[in-house]
């Protein structure tokens, strides 16, 4: 019997925090539902979190055990901090939801601490415009009319109508009844549901503790291309993930702001008055016809590289399959293997508008919106930060378009090569998924049916998946064709490279875009690292440097990854300046070839060994 009564006992403790919160854990729980609800994406295939109402109800019985621990006369504060905190957030989901398409983002609450008070106005105005109050931003509000005017019946009865008064009347009694006869039952079945909760909830807690302890936003974003990755189902985790992305930014911010301040340029020669860089996006180097490809994807840079003046180079490779990564160590002077990390050191457009060139940043990808990812808004956060900005650009584009044409349109409206000596960088969509959003309609020219032979594997659904990526490069050609054409009566240089490669289908994989957490093996690497880069120079440039024209032809076959590009620009440029090292520059006479080529700072690239799926790729031996 003494065993029986302390069950017993035990099973009405368990039952105690929600007894002494029962309002608080009944409207918590469904103001959790409706959140989840009202934020489900009408995207196709798009489900609620599966473990939703099982973790839901354990985050809210924490809650309710922490309130339920606190001092009485503590207690009701707490709660009323609780409230407040929990609906807030929940209003701003859901209207951010409704508005912009996307709940909380780091990048919305980066865009909320730029908003002045003029502008906090207009929005405060905008949440409570009809048109918000019957959204789905209603359920919201109709939950927390409903708790308020249930707390307003328990303090003040004679101001609740006789029937809402009538009703909380009979929901006490049934609930006091329950209590009476039910306490061990109910207790029982609570701690089987806490039970269960817990063990269906530790996988994603242990992952949101891993998100939420990263060290850099770079590892942060890492951590989320993982498969098992966290999912953050409630408002409040989402504002909680939001700062601490931002706080990781901004130390890194700070770094590189103390860097751009200590950017020394000895002397500068304007060696090639015009630069031109154009960044592309996943672009699979064996998905490139002057690399092979039996698809004619590139004949416009076929046709050019026929004519002697656009030098494609054979064996250059990506540090990273992350665009984010990629250009941090694309635009910082650190390179893989040097001590410090890359916001310790300058960025590269830094250096050039130092020197005295006219910088223009072009993007495609790059501009701050509330419905960025996290992997754009870690890619961009020091491209957009505004001292960051004013130190990189003298100008940049201000929108986003569906095609790379429409940055050819900003070029010229904008007007950027007016100086004597300019530096354009054009950051392209480029293959970036979904293809077949990567070309205009009346720029089709592949179909399925093309690859019946070439891909004898795939299904009709696979193949024209594999021919909208083939499309998006034929259109690629002819974009960075047209950027071409706008220097060719100029003394300029261009460069193209691809932030990383792309699977598309490659060998037997049935697979597209990139394996993050896969071991990095050569069928991968060549894949996913391999990107397509090379140097063109119009008949001016090659007719007045004919040095540099030879020794980029020289250089054609060199190992090179793309972190060290950055010494390669400011040797074209004629840049004397303390972070430019020659070991690092592809064209340079004491250029290192043997540098390890580290990917994911984790694999030494000229170590994998040979894979069947690319017999085309050749390693080199290590020379003696």
Avoid at 34 to 52: E, H, I, M, P
Avoid at 86 to 103: E, I, N, P, Q, R
Avoid at 295 to 314: G, H
Avoid at 411 to 420: A, F, R, S, T
Wanted: aromatic content about 12%; overall charge positive; glycine content about 4%.
């Amino acid at each position: 019997m003494k065993i029986l009564d302390l069950l017993r006992r035990a099973l009405i403790t368990v039952l105690r925090p929600i007894r002494l919160n029962m309002a608080f854990f009944v409207f918590m729980y469904v103001l959790g539902c409706v959140c989840a609800w009202t934020t489900l994406s009408n995207a196709r295939g798009a489900k609620l979190y599966d473990n939703l109402y099982l973790e839901l109800l354990l985050d809210v019985y924490v809650l309710a055990l922490v309130l339920a621990l606190l001092p009485r006369i503590v207690r009701g504060w707490v709660r009323a901090l609780f409230y407040v905190v929990l609906y807030v957030v929940a209003l701003a989901d859901v209207y951010c939801f409704v508005k912009f398409g996307t709940t909380l983002t780091p990048t919305m609450l980066l865009l909320v601490g730029e908003t002045d008070s003029r502008e906090a106005g207009e929005f405060v105005r905008t949440c409570v415009s009809p048109d918000v109050l019957f959204s789905n931003v209603g359920w919201v509000l109709a939950i927390m009319i409903t708790h308020i005017l249930f707390a307003l019946e328990l303090r003040f009865p004679h101001f609740i109508p006789k029937k809402v008064k009538a009703l909380g009347t009979a929901m006490r009694d049934r609930v006091a009844t329950t209590a009476r006869w039910g306490l061990p039952v109910t207790g029982a079945a609570l701690t089987g549901l806490l039970v269960c909760a817990a063990t269906t909830s530790a996988h994603n807690k242990a992952a949101t503790w891993k998100l939420m302890t990263g060290s850099t936003i770079g590892e942060v974003e890492h951590t989320l291309t993982e498969p098992d990755h966290a999912v953050l189902y409630q408002p409040i985790y989402r504002l909680a993930f939001s700062i601490y992305a931002n706080e990781l930014t901004a130390s890194q911010v700070t770094k590189l702001v103390r860097a751009a301040d200590k950017v020394r340029v000895d002397s500068c020669s304007f060696t090639s008055p015009e630069i031109v860089l154009i960044i592309g996006e996943s672009y699979n180097r064996h998905h490139a016809q002057i690399y092979g490809y039996p698809m004619p994807t590139t004949p416009r840079q076929r046709r050019r590289e026929r004519s002697r003046r656009l030098v494609k180079f054979t064996d250059v490779v990506s540090p990273w399959n992350l665009t984010s990564f990629v250009f941090k160590n694309l635009f910082s002077m650190h390179v893989v293997g040097q001590e410090g990390e890359w916001c310790d050191y300058p960025l590269f457009p830094e250096l050039f508008r130092k020197a005295g060139y006219h910088v223009t940043f072009l993007t495609n990808q790059f501009l701050p919106k509330a419905k960025e990812a996290v992997y754009d808004f870690s890619g961009g956060f020091f491209l957009n930060n505004p001292k960051l900005s004013a130190a990189q650009f003298d100008t940049r584009n201000d929108k986003l378009h569906a095609f790379d044409e429409d940055l050819l349109k900003d070029y010229d409206e904008l007007k950027v090569n007016d100086g004597d000596y300019n530096l354009t960088i054009f950051h392209l969509i480029g293959q970036h998924v979904n293809y077949r959003q990567r070309s205009p309609k009346d720029r089709k020219h592949f179909k399925g049916d093309d690859y019946k032979e070439l891909k004898p594997g795939l299904n009709a659904r696979e193949r024209g998946i594999l021919a909208d990526y083939d499309n998006a490069t034929l259109y690629n050609d002819s974009i960075v064709d047209e950027i071409i054409r706008r220097f060719e009566q100029k003394e300029a240089v261009v460069i193209y490279v691809p932030d990383h490669g792309e699977e598309c289908y490659e060998g037997d994989m049935h697979f597209i875009c990139r394996m993050h957490s896969a071991e990095i093996d050569a069928r991968l690497a060549h894949a996913e690292f391999d990107i397509p880069f090379w140097i063109w120079c119009s008949k001016k440039y090659v007719r007045k440097h004919p040095k540099i024209t030879r020794e980029i032809a020289t250089a054609r076959d060199r190992r090179f990854m793309t972190d060290a590009l950055p010494h390669l620009l400011l040797y074209l440029a004629g840049i004397h300046a303390p972070d430019y090292n020659a070991k690092y520059n592809l064209i340079s006479p004491e250029y290192d070839e043997m540098r390890p080529r580290i990917l994911k700072g984790t694999t030494d690239y000229d170590k994998l060994g040979p894979s069947p799926d690319y017999p085309e790729v050749k390693k080199k031996g290590k020379k003696k």
